[in-house]
T-cell receptor
């Protein structure tokens, strides 16, 4: 059974810092890994998706890396801003087909607070 | 347009009521999902529809009944719910089975309170 762990559970930083969120998973047989952001009481916003064959993806100040063999992904946020405050979730997707299609396994999330 | 629209945003229902949650997307996606999220927990998969057919039911109680009338719409019919069913219900969609780069897009969710 796939298990996804995110470290740290919470992070509080001053504005402007570069920071790293970590995600690890136990089963390396994944189709892709997706990072999401969730604001309080809201739905999930997709930030980055990394295919199992890729090593990293970038979007603006965000960079996500994937090391499938070691079961790890990191989300790097450059020059953090108060508007980045949210819960960040990583989710892995097993290989498509069979009964596993579409079943994302989420980590517990990292609650990020960026102080002005 | 990468929008998944859910209605209503908030719903309060009694344990004997029948209500429905609705979800709509116009991205041409062929896979749609219902997830349930309790406070301070990650989302948990309930149902997956692929090409308008139910492909995954995660052993969800029968008081939750999904329906996919067409490729753009997904409903969740609710009947005889329990207070512990109170949660944020999230709808999501993705291009479809077999597509690589299969980003899953979530709606804003429907907050359900069962009294």
């Amino acid at each position: 059974k796939q298990e996804v762990t995110q470290i740290p559970a919470a992070l509080s930083v001053p504005e402007g810092e570069n920071l790293v969120l970590n995600c690890s998973f136990t089963d390396s047989a994944i189709y892709n890994l997706q990072w999401f952001r969730q604001d309080p009481g809201k739905g999930l916003t997709s930030l980055l998706l990394i295919q199992s064959s890729q090593r990293e993806q970038t979007s603006g100040r965000l960079n996500a890396s994937l090391d499938k063999s070691s079961g790890r992904s990191t989300l790097y946020i450059a020059a953090s801003q108060p508007g980045d405050s949210a819960t960040y979730l990583c989710a892995v997707r097993p290989y498509a087909g069979g009964t596993s299609y579409g079943k994302l396994t989420f980590g517990q999330g990292t609650i990020l607070t960026v102080h002005p | 347009d990468t929008e998944v629209t859910q209605t209503p945003k908030h719903l309060v229902m009694g344990m004997t009521n029948k209500k429905s949650l609705k979800c709509e997307q116009h991205m041409g996606h062929r896979a749609m999902y219902w997830y349930k999220q309790k406070a301070k927990k990650p989302p948990e998969l309930m149902f997956v529809y692929s090409y308008e057919k139910l492909s995954i039911n995660e052993s969800v109680p029968s008081r939750f009944s999904p329906e996919c009338p067409n490729s753009s719409l997904l409903n969740l019919h609710l009947h005889a719910l329990q207070p512990e069913d109170s949660a944020l219900y999230l709808c999501a969609s993705s291009p479809g089975q077999g597509y690589s780069g299969n980003t899953i897009y979530f709606g804003e969710g429907s907050w359900l309170t069962v009294v």
